[in-house]
């Protein structure tokens, strides 16, 4: 309770906190949208179409509706009640282990018996072969019930896929089963005090000896569920250079280093794997962030994945997994903020039409008021704007994985390398916007802890940060994946946008966002073109100087292109006929995406313009003019 | 501490840690530039030219400065320790009073012994006759050190010049002298829970009696330092309606409720104010926010302020002191942010070079990146943008004050009333995502409470809720202000950058700003005039339905106007020759005045674009297409 001093039945202002508790258990109802859901995977990326691939072939529409009812199921009745329990009680480090909330000893049992931890992997290895676009929506709609509870399992899917893809036999036999079962989680062990974005200079050291082990020693931080009381053991995948190797990232290997590891008896045994310090965080408070201490008996054993001096390619497809990952959090914190500000701007009543200014009339809910409604686009642009991106690029993962023929799956590879950055970065940045428009949208009530605004908000903030920065998104966008190959990938990107520009055509209503689209293409090839052309003339100190601007004015176009894929979707649907209670549904989202090409696509107009400067102010500035 | 499990010397990661302690208290010498200060009152807003009028003929430069610098003794021994230590600790309502830190019992005492309440009162007040330039300078100082402590004097100052302004001689003497001295806190109370925006429909009412008093009956909410500890009374400035008046906004009367009213035998005694609930908030928690109710035992007295139903016009005295107040919070707290992130930016090392790969070269500071420059930059184009915009508000309120010409007195008048909502919303708004930017620039420290990043997220976000949403304003700004006497502050407004500019042309590297500032004029008067003539024909939902981007729009020209104008002061400096160690100071500035021309003032593109449009997209929305 957010407000203290008078609990319900208590005091005279009883019926106003009852509201409160009332509007909360209301709230709790809705965190995310079925309909929308069942919209992505149905009509717009046509799910059912993969179960012609061999891979999938033992799926249909009825499966993916039980998995989607039982992820709702979990996610409402074991997830949702937990996540303002868990923010109030967050984890402790308590002689030398994290205490996590009891909850979460289940809910990692419940993953992994239940099959999340293992939803995409194959047959053969205790999987069940499902589509990542359904997975990925699953993993969407746990994460807006409560992301922290999330991140334990996304995190282990994440190292056991690891393990599987580069890792021997026999690493995966020790391993995988557990993690997969939810009695082991995985981790993703880069950062270090003093190396964070910069991977080229962490210090960790891994000293081959006579066994099939290395000694590791030195630290880690920023070690998302590093450690903690929820599970048997942490199974770190852990990056550290062997001594003698080349200098920089070239240098870097990949390990398996396990909290506790396997004795000869079969019993887990202490490995000097230390929990040396738990950060107290602004949010996201439901998973401990932590710094880990390696070795200091010398006798923390890790073992290789794969060759040496490869760990960083190796490590890519963790990360590149837990970007998409970053994405869909954020996806989902902005998907529940916008549901919990949709349902206080419909309850709550306050002032007049302004054409109404007679004072004796009943005051009216917000959502009538045109600001409260340009509030409330917003925020369904976005986080519906996201969420198709993401399934987007979870269907490139599908058809990368199913497709015989090799120049396919190099191009969906492709594709995805292109749209990574942007589905790590657009959610994380917008998601903040998104959800401070809808704590706005409660003015003060937003402010308290009565509403879960607040939190949301305060969770929300680690996005852009965690797993690469917005700014190494940027650099990592604009410096490697648009020229990557000879721009291959960006060639292919401008392909996907045309296919969908065609299928549009059909529909008169969607011309005037086909002309918006076109024009934005342009842009973005002579904005694009103009860079390269930079690079090449002038350095690439000044070509990366306004990543990140660069990195925001795509972003928008592909969210762009996103929302016409759904207008070919909506339109369809309207045209055919539809239900009559669904028919709102449909116009709805016809307005939203208007607002999108409105209010959103023209903020173009002004970073390409920035772009297309490319003046050098920020690499000129100097350090000594700051002073003062 | 942020990061816990092992204290300082206690463990092998001490040094570390260590690290962090040090930064922290390096870090508090630092939240706001002595020399920008300077510069805006002595360089670019000449606050000795006020000395020339009659009521300010005591004042010179060297009590401008010892005033200053006691400003910054205060907030550095004594507010600045403060700040982390309230967060930590935030007041409770204990057995129906609030408690808050023991420390601003002694602050109320210094701020009042000190004269900062009195500070611009006049002498025959108990006042100093100070300038409100250098009043609200100072404000901005304690702000930047620690809002929540500045609140309470800050309210305190409102409330007391309130009843200076409307109230009776009696009224003055019993409760203005004791405000003054810090010993009473004061406060506005408007909010209710059914009416926070509108304030219309407020219910409590008044009474009248047969005593000089009337009783007051119902309940306010959300009331900043509605009650505490640390004082020996609290003054309400309350809101009221006497039955039988008009309905709406013209039946609203301004009565002094205090929480303990004085007895025949001159002594303080219950008055039937209640403190019945206080809020948990996302951050400002060093101040309480409450919940009152009057009357439950039908013996609250409030004495009435001037007329009957005029209330609400006398409210916005305060109600405009107080926007101005959130405006100058805002920025100071994005001011502190950015100081904190400069300095974290200095000494973090991470990374080399784009130009640089190779690895065994040594890491670089973080501030020598490009992309880290332009977050610096970003927030320093805002900060100081901002704290030039409130300096030029309240020159206007002091030669308001002193004007002898009553047109002149009209003309600042006018021109204050325009930019009070930009004042308030620009630094609000702005200050969020500076703030959001600084925590960016720590990474992952930046989401950490071993850093102050965190806490100015978290406080910052109140500033576009109170004293009038973000949406309110720009509804004042473009319903109300713009359009005042026949558009006449407008004009006004557009003859001060005209003004600006002419000054300007004597400086030839201010050529392209002057020109980008002429085009962004001639913008502003297109869209005004379109929108003018949109609500002549088509009404006022559709007038007024983007009034927030109107605002944003008018705000980034006003911060543009701003930074020309420093422009011509920083010019001067430079031509005229500086002192060696600051010209690096002048040459930031530039670049600084650059950086807002290249990266911020283009939005106005985009905006000019959207509100020339005026389509009616959110008027047209319906409730019922926000299903599913």
Redesign the interface.
Known sequence: ??????APNQ???AS??ENIYLWKSRMAAKFI?E??IRFLLYEVFDIESLTKYDYYKDHNRKVFDMVLKEAMRLAKDLLYPLFEEMDRNPP??VQGEVKVHPSIRDLMKEFGEGGWISATFPYEHEGEQLPHMLAEICELIFAAANYSTHAYPGLTHGAAHLIESFGSQDLFEIYVPNMLAGKWQGTMAL?E??????L??IVTTAEPTNGDYYLIKE?K??ISAGDHDGVENVIHLMLAKIPGGP???KGISLFVVPKKRINQTGNLEFNDVI??????????RGCP?V?L?MG?KKDCRGWLVGEPHRGLAYMFQMMNEARIGVGMGATAMATAAYYAS?EYA?TR???????DKD??LP?I?I????????I??FQ?AVVEGAQSLLTQCSRYVDLMKVSNDIKDKKKYNLLLELLTPIAKSYPSEMG?LSV?QG??CL??S?????YPL?QY??DC??H???EG???IQ??DLL?RKVILEDGQPFALFLDELRHTIERAERYPELKIYIDELNKAIKRLQAVTHHLISISQQK???LF?????LYLEFFSIITIAWQWLLQGVAIQKALIEGTRTGDR??Y??KM?TL??FY??EL?????LS??LM?C?G????????????
């Open positions: 309770m957010g407000v203290s001093g008078q005091g005279k202002e106003f906190f949208s309909r929308n402790g480090l950062t005090p003093e190396a964070g974005s910069s080229a200079d630290q931080t920023f200098p920089g990232v929990c040396s310090g738990i950060y107290h965080k602004l949010g996201y962030i710094q201490s200091d949709l419909k009543h306050q002032g007049r039409k302004l054409t004072p004796t005051p809910p959502i009538q008021h045109a600001d409260v409604k340009r409330l686009l369904r903040i401070s704590l706005q003015g003060g937003g402010y308290c802890a009565d607040e908000y305060r903030r680690i852009p940060i965690h920065t917005t700014g940027g650099i410096g350095g690439i100190e990366l100087a306004d990543a990140t709102n549904f116009e709805g307005f208007r607002f409105r209010y023209p903020k173009i107009l002004w313009q920035r400067e003046d102010l920020t690499v000129e500035m100097k350090t000594d003019y700051f002073k003062d």
